[in-house]
């Protein structure tokens, strides 16, 4: 069974920095480029950012360019979100899934960022 599982969040202050995990299995992980994605409830779900299936390209909004980094284990079948200087707008439960043929959501973690 294709099964995603997030993990990594957390109460962080302003400026502080976490790392969120995603692990995937039941599909074939590194033939599978990868997005993680937020959501604050009452609001829409938004993508944060891409990586392809190699972990060569990456891709990010504009709000977390130069912040946030993407990149991959494919020997682990894990996803990784490298979160630095968060601000309070970066609050939000993080899925993580895949950029084609998306499986259903996960639980997700939650980011607060909060003083």
Known sequence: QDQIV??????????????????????????AAMRWHRQVPGKEREWVATITSSGDKTDY???VQGRFTISRDNTQNTVYLQMNSLKSE????????RKIFRLPWGQGTQVTVSS
Do not use: K
């Open 61 to 63: 909004r504009a709000s």
């Open 90 to 97: 970066d609050t939000a439960i993080y899925y993580c899934n």
């Open 6 to 31: 997030e993990s990594g969040g957390g109460l962080v202050q302003p400026g502080g920095s976490l790392r969120l995990s995603c692990v995937a299995s039941g599909f074939s992980f590194r033939s």
